[in-house]
């Protein structure tokens, strides 16, 4: 994820300068804002509601309003790049 990171901060003045940045957030944000937040709401929200249901899951019989959910997780990655690209923008 790293290397991902440092790829996407390399392409992007070539992708700000050649597009624009109204160009740029138009396509980018939704390419990466949408899987997070179906990332957030629910992939991340399955363990824990699952796990109510298991006997020897940590979450069993626990009440649903102690439960971690909307966590961001392992989609830190997601969030770290769009803040840079959003800083590089401003």
Same mark, same amino acid.
């Given at each position: !994820?790293?290397?991902?990171?440092?790829?996407?901060?390399? &392409?992007?003045?070539?992708?700000? @300068?050649?597009? =624009?940045?109204? +160009?740029?957030?138009? @396509?980018?944000?939704?390419?990466? =804002?949408?899987?997070?937040?179906?990332?957030? &709401?629910?992939?991340?929200?399955? *363990? %824990?509601?699952?796990?109510?249901?298991?006997?020897?899951? *940590?979450?069993?019989?626990?009440?649903?309003? *102690?439960?971690?959910?909307?966590?961001?997780? %392992?989609?830190?990655?997601?969030?770290?790049?769009?803040?840079?690209?959003? !800083?590089? +923008? +401003?």
């Amino acid at each position: !994820m790293n290397i991902l990171i440092l790829i996407s901060g390399y &392409l992007l003045p070539n992708s700000v @300068h050649k597009r =624009g940045v109204r +160009c740029l957030a138009k @396509h980018r944000l939704p390419r990466l =804002g949408i899987p997070l937040i179906i990332a957030i &709401l629910i992939l991340n929200n399955i *363990t %824990p509601l699952a796990g109510l249901a298991i006997p020897n899951s *940590t979450v069993f019989a626990q009440e649903i309003n *102690t439960l971690p959910l909307n966590r961001i997780g %392992p989609q830190w990655f997601l969030v770290i790049l769009i803040l840079l690209n959003a !800083m590089y +923008c +401003c």
